[in-house]
């Protein structure tokens, strides 16, 4: 029997449907660096990668892994920056083809740090300014901790407001498991 993929695996998949070789893609969250790599290998070296996090620790525990792995990561630019700024930091002519948003806090960090709706909010406009059309952002949203489910609803709400003539938006989630199991919301520019 095949399962089901869960969270992380459906957003991979999201990814790999909408993101080539050569594409320029945005990991709002690096966190331990896992989908960072992950773009990075999607988007090979002709590509370039983005990503932001305001955890110093973050980004160097994500260098590591870039280096570690055995793929050029040159291409690959890192910001101690949060998500909110990713509208000022990339060039105004920048598309991107994909993006990914972990909700939350550091897997193995400090659970006070948490993702918050505002910024999160203020992250996702940035990148669907810059989103190309059949570009996708996929926000993986855990929110089984304090202040995780105010990020939930509002970011959910942000979502569900987007004009259905440009955007189609969806959520996969399971619906019978315990402990607030993480769902993915995915939005892609459709004109």
Known sequence: MKKMQNALEFSHQLLSNHVNAGDTVIDGTVGNGHDT?????LVGSRGTVYGFDIQERAIQQTQ???TAAPINHTHVHLFNHGHQEIASILPPMVQVSGAIFNLGYLPGGN?????HAETTIQGLRGCISHLTVGG???IVVYYGHPGGQTEKNQVGNFCAALPQKQFAVLKYEFINQ?????FVLGIQKIS
């Open 136 to 138: 996708i952002i996929v």
């Open 111 to 115: 659970k006070q740090l948490i993702t």
């Open 37 to 41: 790599l992950f773009l990075a290998r």
């Open 64 to 66: 590591e892994r870039l």
């Open 178 to 182: 315990v402990h607030e199991p993480p």
